[in-house]
């Protein structure tokens, strides 16, 4: 390619490039994802193009997360702290771990004797199962970013638009 080429497709390629976005996660709130309080997450992105979101979602200790199902994209997971693990799955998550969620995977969550905090990235829905495998409830990004949006009105705290892009 030649170098006038070259710099064009640079030029382009710059004048479409989103911003940088560099956020500190301390200044970020845990906001409540379970009425019981037993897991908080902390918004990192909201892509509404995509239906993607990143956030670092954090469990209590000796909890379970009902049976659910992902649907849409394919979820992955890095373990920070504590370990967890699938029901009926022979693997445990523990720091360090690195998981990859196939679209429609279906399964419940269990934390162990400790604090549980892993970075997820996901897209699609959350689809939330009883007993008797009928969906009684979904989260999406729309429902996670009102969650967030939510929780910053009642507690006074200024939501981070520059999370949504």
């Given at each position: 390619m030649n170098d006038l080429i070259h710099e064009s497709v640079i030029q382009l390629a710059e004048q479409f490039q989103l911003p940088?976005?560099?956020?500190?996660?301390?200044?970020?709130?845990?906001?409540?994802?379970?009425?019981n309080h037993s897991c908080s997450f902390k918004p990192l992105r909201f892509d509404?193009?995509?239906?993607?979101w990143i956030y670092l979602f954090r469990i209590k200790s000796n909890?379970?997360?009902?049976?659910?199902?992902?649907?849409?994209?394919?979820?992955?997971?890095?373990?920070?702290?504590?370990?967890?693990k699938y029901e009926g799955r022979t693997?445990?998550?523990?720091?360090?771990?690195?998981?990859?969620?196939?679209?429609?995977?279906?399964h419940t969550l269990i934390t162990e004797d400790e604090e549980v905090v892993t970075l997820f990235?996901?897209?699609?829905?959350?689809?939330?199962f009883d007993e008797k495998n009928q969906i009684i409830g979904q989260d999406d990004i729309y429902t996670v970013l009102?969650?967030?949006?939510?929780?910053?009105?009642?507690?006074?705290?200024?939501?981070?638009?520059?999370?949504?892009y």
């Open positions: 940088e976005r560099v956020i500190n996660i301390a200044e970020l709130p845990w906001v409540p994802f379970t009425e509404l193009n995509t239906g993607t909890q379970v997360l009902g049976k659910h199902r992902h649907t849409g994209g394919s979820v992955i997971g890095y373990n920070i702290q504590g370990k967890w693997w445990v998550a523990t720091p360090g771990t690195f998981v990859f969620e196939p679209p429609g995977d279906i990235i996901l897209s699609g829905s959350l689809q939330y009102k969650k967030y949006r939510d929780f910053c009105v009642q507690n006074g705290i200024q939501s981070r638009d520059a999370l949504i």
